[in-house]
């Protein structure tokens, strides 16, 4: 794409693997500067050790998208290496388990979800957002999901609203900025074949039957309840171009908008 500039630095929540990690990879190969993310120390560095076999410039942080504090403390290293946060992207969040009966789901993990799906989103805007209108130019994505309006079966019922939030949440961000040179989206996947999502459905109850191996699962999901026009499962590289695209110098004219990414899933199912 090559629009962005060098001195860009962008911090990539929950990035670790999967599409967090896709797009840090695509940034990286902008010339960006990467500040990576994760809980697992192992994963997270070893996204950033690949990053930079490659001659790109990143940073490896690990901690708790829930605690305040653990958010403040990776800001201020990430900005202490690469300098001011110009690309925010929150992708960092859970999935529950994949259970049939939605009742199974307590009020405390509905409670802990929202704190990391949502609130977690709003501690990294909140301490970003300073240096943001300081240098006048900013991009604040939001990770959502299709779930945030066409929710799956099961317990996952509680996961939905916490990415319709996220959407609300970009709009009323975006209004608020109006004029500062930031912009702020949303990205709502569809189902991403990723290997986060392979690990959901094996520890799903089974009694609720999807397949045997990954491949018998991704075909009943693409038959059934995810069925989409393009007739099969997104790639995470495919969700990571769209990010680089709408922090780019060509999306100055996109903002407060939610992008779905999902192969037509709506008119699927």
């Known amino acids: 794409m090559n629009v962005h500039a060098a001195e860009r630095h962008a911090l990539v929540t929950g990035s670790s693997s999967g599409i967090g990690a896709a797009v840090a990879e695509r940034f990286a190969e902008e010339g960006v500067l990467v500040s990576v993310h994760g809980r697992d120390a192992d994963r997270t560095h070893e996204v950033a050790e690949k990053i930079a076999a ?41 999935m529950p388990r994949f259970f049939p009966d939605w009742e199974m789901t307590s009020t405390g993990e509905w409670l802990d979800l929202y704190d990391t799906n949502v609130v ?71 189902t991403i074949d990723t290997p986060g999502l392979a690990r959901i459905f094996a520890e799903g109850d089974p009694s609720f039957p999807l397949g ?25 590289a495919e969700v990571a171009e769209l990010v680089a695209f709408l922090c780019s110098t060509k999306a100055d004219y996109i903002n407060g908008v939610n992008y779905r990414i999902d192969g037509g899933t709506a008119g699927g199912r």
């Open 212 to 236: 045997r191996t990954w491949p018998e699962v991704r075909e009943t999901l693409i038959s059934g309840f995810r069925k989409n026009y393009a007739e099969r499962m997104g790639g995470a």
């Open 120 to 190: 977690g989103a709003v501690r990294f805007v909140q301490k970003v957002l300073p240096q943001m209108r300081q240098s006048g130019w900013g991009r604040i994505i939001q990770m959502g999901s299709i779930s945030g309006d066409s929710p799956p079966p099961g317990s996952q019922i509680s996961y939905g609203p916490t990415k319709a939030a996220l959407h609300n949440f970009s709009v009323g961000l975006a209004k608020i900025l109006a004029g500062s040179g930031i912009t702020v989206n949303c990205v709502s996947p569809g």
């Open 54 to 94: 490659r001659g790109a410039k990143v940073l490896a942080l690990v901690g708790d998208v829930s605690s305040d504090h653990a958010v403040a403390a990776m800001v201020e290293e990430a900005q202490a290496v690469h300098g001011p946060i110009t690309i925010l992207v929150n992708n960092a969040g859970r």
